[in-house]
């Protein structure tokens, strides 16, 4: 088994190690990307989408939809990860995988890839942004103790919506990228930039608390092509609904250039 340390690039750490079978890869996870008891979500989900796109193996088949549930805290070392085809039409094709370690599943996804279709319309309906150049944006220093264990691996350039500010508002505004991205800008790079930002809980609150993520979603937007690869994405997220310990997440990525790349959803749980 090869192994990861945490400071490789993030499309590194995301690739397999092995190819276990036509439809099974092991991964080898490194210490010091924690989130809580287990390891940041991000970086599982990433694998999981690394792994589906080897089974479907067609670059004109890219990722359009994402849903997963993180079962349980993935810990540093050793897993595997299963595919399913589900379908596979003429134009998309439906995949499940999920995460084996240590004999239980720790985190599930379905992944919808479809070709580009004839249509010819090109619009997005939400209110577009007047974006500040992200590099007159001052970073924060957000690793540890500020921070989760992963943070460090991260560049965060605030807006607005600081966490244990005490604010009114659940909402947040960041530039974030990946400080060792490595090469890919692609789908799993993507998900990392969705999932890294504080939840907007933490920005009404006034000191830390445990939080974790149990389902995430996100829809694909735009693709990546043409914008400056070392640019951060521009998250915008507001919490919709805190309720019995649960709080729900709306999320969007922005590229640069004021295109919307992708559209995420999340579900808190808020452990005490």
């Not at 092991?26 to 924690?34: K, M, N, Y």
């Not at 939400?126 to 921070?147: F, H, I, M, S, T």
């Not at 805190?242 to 808020?270: C, K, M, P, S």
Request: aromatic share 8%; hydrophobic share 45%; glycine share 8%.
């Amino acid at each position: 088994m090869t192994r990861r340390a945490a400071e490789e690039a993030f499309d590194v750490l995301v690739s397999p190690t092995e190819t276990l079978g036509p439809t099974e890869f092991a991964f080898e996870l490194p210490d010091g990307w924690q989130q809580g008891r287990g390891l940041f979500g991000g970086l599982i989900i990433g694998c999981l989408i690394r792994a589906m796109e080897r089974v479907v193996a067609d670059p004109e088949r890219s990722l359009r939809s994402l849903t997963a549930e993180l079962c349980g805290p993935t810990q540093p070392g050793p897993m595997t990860v299963k595919v399913e085809v589900l379908r596979a039409g003429n134009a998309v094709s439906t995949l499940a995988a999920r995460v084996l370690q240590s004999g239980e599943v720790q985190a599930h996804a379905v992944g919808v890839f479809g070709k580009a279709r004839s249509d010819t319309r090109q619009r997005v309906d939400l209110a577009p942004l007047a974006l500040p150049d992200w590099r007159a944006v001052e970073a924060a220093a957000l690793a540890p103790p500020v921070g989760p264990d992963f943070s460090k691996y991260f560049e965060f350039r605030p807006v607005s919506g600081l966490p244990y500010s005490g604010e009114a508002a659940p909402r947040t505004a960041c530039f974030v990228k990946p400080l060792r991205p490595g090469t890919a800008r692609d789908a799993a790079w993507v998900v990392a930039c969705a999932d890294t930002c504080w939840p907007g809980v933490l920005v009404i609150d006034e000191a830390p608390r445990p939080m974790a993520t149990i389902t995430f979603s996100l829809e694909f937007i735009a693709p990546m092509t043409g914008l400056d690869p070392e640019a951060p994405l521009f998250h915008r997220a507001t919490t919709v609904s805190i309720r019995d310990g649960y709080a729900v997440e709306l999320r969007e990525l922005w590229g640069a250039d004021g295109r919307l790349v992708a559209l995420n959803q999340q579900t808190f749980v808020i452990i005490r």
